[in-house]
């Protein structure tokens, strides 16, 4: 399933919903778009819910990487929110499951930025 | 098992949609050769990886270039092979992704997947002066614990990259 993106206003923060698969082509380039957009929108406090993401690839995780670093760099912020045990598991073979900052209730992802 | 051997070789064009095409052919393959959801994950995720690299650091993206792309099923493993059209390379010239200075690193963990994934994992100079990724997977054992092929093999993440 091709990858889906939406995003909402929770005060401060921005949650972007994801639903699919965030792979090597569209997916990836989806997820940059996204981002790339809300920091040049000034929303740098960003929250990635991952619940509807059930498949991963390498390209794919160095996209959420990339994300991360590209919004410390801006002064903002990039967490993770509702891993599925696919994407769970990948982060933690990966080692990036210390590097995110990953929640499972979307109320604490965003009090976090406070 | 009891798998008869089989051979699939099929050629796909260096383009992003030969990634999808290559697992998808990959997974039908390793279902009906009875492996477990587990498994098929593990070997769709190896062959996507597989193909990326030959797509991407292989080929270098060229469209005049292939992919060649075979699969054995044997009486106990299913084996693939990837072979690109590029010019090589040594897999002790990979960086560790897992080290503390690449793990903020936006590519290079493919390798590395593969060869947490499957139980066999090599590469090799290619026919065509390209890479040739070697990459095995044993065949689930057919007992009655209800395991359905579900297994360890190549959960542990392997030393280096």
Redesign the interface.
């Given at each position: 399933m091709a990858l889906r993106a939406t995003h909402r206003d929770a005060g401060q923060a921005t949650v972007v919903d994801l639903s699919g698969k965030i792979?090597?082509?569209e997916g990836s380039a989806l997820l940059r778009k996204t981002v790339r957009g809300l920091l040049d929108d000034k929303r740098t406090h960003i929250v990635l819910n991952l619940a509807d993401v059930d498949y991963i690839?390498?390209?794919g995780?160095?996209?959420l990487?990339?994300a991360?670093?590209t919004a410390k760099g801006r002064g903002g912020e990039l967490k993770l929110l509702h891993l599925t045990k696919?994407v769970h598991d990948l982060l933690q073979?990966?080692?990036?499951y210390t590097?995110f900052d990953v929640y499972t209730e979307e109320s604490a992802a965003l009090s976090s930025f406070q | 098992m009891g798998t008869d051997p089989k051979h699939l070789e099929i050629t796909l064009e260096t383009q992003?949609e030969s990634?999808n095409l290559a697992e998808e052919m990959c997974l039908r393959v390793a279902e009906a050769a009875g492996f477990g959801e587990d498994d098929c994950?593990k070997i769709g995720?190896s062959v996507?990886?597989g193909v990326?690299n030959a797509f991407h650091y292989g080929n270098q993206e060229r469209p005049e270039k292939k992919i060649h792309l075979t699969v054995d099923l044997t009486g106990d493993k299913m084996i693939i092979h990837v072979l690109d059209e590029g010019t090589g390379f040594t897999l002790a010239d990979v960086p560790n992704?897992?080290a503390e200075e690449n793990?903020?690193?936006?590519?290079g963990?493919?390798i590395?997947?593969m060869r947490?994934f499957m139980d066999e994992f090599d590469v090799v100079p290619g026919r065509t002066g390209g890479a040739e990724i070697v990459m095995a997977k044993k065949l689930p054992l057919q007992d009655n614990t209800g395991t359905n092929g579900q297994s360890s093999h190549g959960a542990t993440?392997p030393q280096g990259a």
């Open positions: 792979t090597l082509g690839d390498s390209s995780i160095g996209e990487v990339s991360y670093t696919k073979l990966t080692k990036l590097v | 992003v990634v994950y995720m996507r990886e990326i992704p897992l793990l903020l690193s936006t590519s963990r493919g590395f997947l947490a993440p």
